[in-house]
């Protein structure tokens, strides 16, 4: 019964000291609140033993029977919360590999698919830059471009003749000294179609053909000699009549090239009968008779 009371009192005595530990200890912040040399520990005034706030609390733990391994953690609890941890992470990493694998996968064929576009573009651009290229590279040579195009009456047909060119020229033009001139056709036979007997006229760009004077006909195919029936000119004698070729004293002509031919003073006459021509006259036919008298 005494070593109850004792027992009772001792921890009476503990609680009061306690009691009055916490209630300096609430008044200690900082070692400034504390008096005679003490130090604040845990918001409590102590002596000052040179041990940290860790070693303090370690002794404390120590001294209220917490076992020395008590601030250990369990190996078995650390290693099942890594792996449970570990298999959270990895659930987790793996949705989120899974997401990344198929956002890569999505990337990977919009990225292919960008790749063969600008490949595609490439080839295309390439191909149009060659396209254009070639375009570019036109070889410069006096007929390229063409000047013959700018050039009155031209064929635009271009000849290059050395560093110059020379256009070719529409009909009844020749090339002279970077123009198309035209051709006077009259001044060579060579160079028109005219007949002989025809005159040519030149024009810009052609010619005409034209019969001569008392020629008829085209003036290319056919220029043919004119023909005129003219009174005689000369006369006849007296006891005379007009050849049959001059019937009713005309006489029929026919243009040489440089008069009529035959002339009109040449028609022909015939004396009459019992008259024989003498000269240009028609003389009486004279006639003999022999008589033999009886």
Known sequence: MLFRSF?????FSMFFFASCTSKKAAECI??????GGLVCVDGACVEDTGKTDIDNKVENDVDWGIPDNAMEPD??????KDETEVKDDKVETGDMDVKDDKDEDDKDEIGDTDTADITDDAVDTDFEDDEVQDEDVVETTPCNPN????VSM??????????????????????????????????DSLLNDCHEFADCSNLIGSYTCECKEHYSGDGIAECTA?????AC???????????????DGMISQTWNGTAWDPAADTC????????????????????????TLP
Request: include cysteine.
């Open 154 to 187: 031209s064929t635009g047909n271009c000849t290059i003749q050395g560093d110059n060119f020379a256009c070719g020229c529409e009909n009844g033009y020749y090339w002279n000294k970077g123009v198309c001139k035209d051709m006077n056709e009259c001044l």
């Open 30 to 35: 900082t070692s400034l609140d504390c008096e």
């Open 147 to 150: 000047p013959c195009e700018a």
């Open 75 to 80: 190996k078995n609890e650390v290693e099942d």
């Open 233 to 247: 000119e000369n006369s006849k004698p007296e006891h005379s009549v007009w050849n049959v070729a001059n019937a």
């Open 226 to 230: 004119d023909t005129q029936s003219v």
């Open 268 to 291: 022909l006459w015939d004396c009459d009968e019992h008259y024989l021509k003498v000269g240009e006259l028609c003389e009486p036919e004279t006639i003999i008779f022999n008589f």
């Open 7 to 11: 027992v009772l009192l001792g921890i």
